[in-house]
C-alpha cells in the first residue's frame, strides 16, 4: 500500500492522563486512541505491531505443539457458578443479562469454558495431552485503570490451557510451556526474569511470571543475585531464623510510652532495635451458617516483627483464613482487647481469639508488644513464661533484603521492577479418567 493511502494520526503532545513513557510514546505515534476508561482503539499502525506480535507468540505455541482455538467474549454464568468464580472473582469480572434476564459474564479468563469443552471431547487418556490456545480479548474492570494498555480493562490476552493423563505429565507439559515463553520473550528482545508466582484465581500447583524489569508499574520482586531464582512478594517463603528460641533474660515490665503508638516510635522512645518489638495485627474470618444464614465471625491476632510487613496473600493460605478474610472493625478490636488500635498485645485479652505468630516472631525472647492500654507497652515478653504458644507458626510477611531464600544457598534482594513491561502466567490442568 502507498503511504499516501495508509493512515496515521500522530499527535503533538501526549495527554494529560498519559503517565509512563510507553502511553505517551503510543498515543503520540497514533498507535492507540483512548475511548473510554482502560479501552483502547488499535489505529492501523498499532495494530500492524500488534499482529506482529501475535505471529511471533502463535509460531511459538505451534512449534511447542499447542492447538489454536477461539473461545466467547460472552460466556454463560453457569460454567462460572460450578466452578464459584461467578462470586469468587468480585467487581472485576463483568456479568450482564440477556433480554430473557439470563445470566452472562464478559470473559476475564477461560478455564470454566476450556475445561467444558475438554470434558465433552477429551474422553480417553489416549488423547492426552492436549494444549489448547487462543488470543482473544478479555476484559477486567479494573477498579483504577492505568499506565494505557498495561493496566486496561479491555485486552488481549494469549491464553493456553493443557490437559494431561497425571501430575507428572501436566509438570511436563508445563515445562514446554515455560520453553516457549521464554522463546518469545527472547525473539522480542526483552530482558525478563522468570518469576515465581501466587496462581490466585486461576489455581494450579505452578506459576511463574514472566517480567521486565521497569520504572513502571506496581508489582514487586525479589531475587537472589547469586542465581537466576526470582519471585513475586506473595510466593517468596520466609525462613524462620535458624537455631533456638533464646532464654528469657529480663522481667515483664509495663512501660509508658506517651503518644507512642507505632513500633518505630516505641523503639526510638525506649532507644531499643526496632527488631525487637512486635506488632499486633488483627484480622477476621466471616463464615456463613447453613443453619440459619447468620455469619460467625472469629477474630484472629497476627503477631510480626516491627520492622516487618504482613503478606496478606500468605496469610488467606492459613487453614481457617481463607474464608471471608477482612480486618477486624473497631467493635470487634474493642471487645477482644478493650483498647484501640496502637497499643494492642496478646497479654490481658477480654475475650480469646485466634493468636497465630510469624516464624521469627515465634523464636523471639525479650520481646516488646502493646499492653492493651493506650500509652503503655509491656517489655521483657517471653513465650511460656507470660503468655501460652502461639495457636499457629507460620508465614506471614514480605520478605526482605538479607533474608535466605528457601531453595538453596543464597539472599533475597529486593527490585521496585514491575511485570507490567509484559507479564505471562501458565497454569497447566489436569484431566484424567
Known amino acids: 500500500m502507498k503511504a499516501s493511502r495508509f493512515f496515521v494520526s500522530p499527535l503533538k503532545d501526549a495527554p494529560a492522563d498519559a503517565e509512563v513513557v510507553s502511553h505517551q510514546l503510543m498515543m503520540r505515534a497514533g498507535l492507540i486512541k483512548k475511548l473510554g476508561a482502560g479501552i483502547y482503539s488499535y489505529m492501523p499502525m498499532g495494530l ?8 511471533i507468540v502463535r509460531e511459538e505455541m ?23 468464580r461467578f462470586d469468587k472473582m468480585g467487581p472485576e469480572l463483568l456479568r450482564i443479562q440477556d433480554r430473557h434476564g439470563r445470566d452472562f459474564v464478559v470473559q476475564p479468563t477461560s478455564e470454566e469454558v476450556i475445561t467444558d469443552i475438554a ?40 491464553d493456553a490451557y493443557s490437559f494431561d493423563r497425571d501430575p507428572a505429565a501436566a509438570k511436563a507439559s508445563y515445562l514446554v510451556m515455560e520453553q516457549a515463553y521464554r522463546r518469545i520473550f527472547d525473539r522480542f528482545g526483552l530482558t525478563y526474569r522468570a518469576v515465581a508466582a501466587d496462581s490466585g484465581a486461576i489455581g494450579g500447583d505452578l506459576s511463574e511470571e514472566f517480567q521486565v524489569v521497569a520504572a513502571t508499574g506496581e508489582d514487586a520482586i525479589v531475587y537472589c543475585p547469586q542465581s537466576d531464582y526470582a519471585a513475586n512478594m506473595e510466593k517468596a517463603e520466609a ?35 526496632l527488631q525487637s518489638t512486635v506488632k499486633s495485627l488483627v484480622m477476621a474470618t466471616d463464615e456463613a451458617q447453613a443453619a440459619d444464614g447468620s455469619v460467625k465471625s472469629q477474630v484472629w491476632l497476627l503477631l510480626l516483627r516491627g520492622d516487618h510487613d504482613m503478606n496478606q496473600v500468605k496469610v488467606a493460605k492459613l487453614p481457617g483464613l481463607g474464608q471471608g478474610l477482612r480486618f477486624a472493625t473497631l467493635d470487634e478490636i474493642e471487645a477482644h482487647f478493650g483498647c484501640q488500635p496502637g497499643y494492642l498485645g496478646p497479654i490481658g485479652l477480654q475475650k480469646p481469639l485466634k493468636i497465630v505468630a510469624d516464624r521469627d516472631v515465634a523464636l523471639m525472647a525479650d520481646w516488646i508488644c502493646g499492653a492493651n492500654e493506650a500509652h503503655w507497652h509491656l517489655t521483657g515478653v517471653n513465650w511460656g513464661r507470660d503468655l501460652p504458644e502461639p495457636d499457629m507458626v507460620a508465614d506471614l510477611r514480605n520478605v526482605v533484603a538479607g533474608d535466605v531464600r528457601p531453595t538453596a544457598r543464597g539472599c533475597w534482594r529486593s527490585s521496585v521492577a514491575s511485570k507490567w513491561a509484559m507479564c505471562s502466567t501458565w497454569a497447566p490442568s489436569t484431566a484424567a479418567r
Open 48 to 55: 500492524r505491531v500488534l499482529r506482529k506480535i501475535e505471529a
Open 119 to 158: 470434558r465433552q471431547e477429551l474422553r480417553s487418556y489416549k488423547q492426552l495431552p492436549k494444549n489448547f490456545y487462543q488470543i482473544q480479548t478479555k476484559f477486567r474492570d479494573e477498579r483504577r485503570p492505568r499506565f494505557g494498555l498495561m493496566r486496561g480493562r479491555e485486552f488481549i490476552m494469549k
Open 239 to 273: 525462613l524462620a531464623p535458624s537455631g533456638v528460641r533464646g532464654a528469657a533474660t529480663r522481667a515483664l515490665n509495663k512501660t509508658s510510652t506517651p503518644d507512642k503508638s507505632t513500633c518505630a516510635e516505641v523503639a526510638q522512645w525506649l532507644g531499643v532495635p
Open 62 to 84: 505451534n512449534r511447542a505443539g499447542a492447538v489454536e482455538l477461539t473461545m466467547p467474549v460472552v460466556q454463560p454464568a453457569e460454567l462460572w457458578q460450578e466452578t464459584g
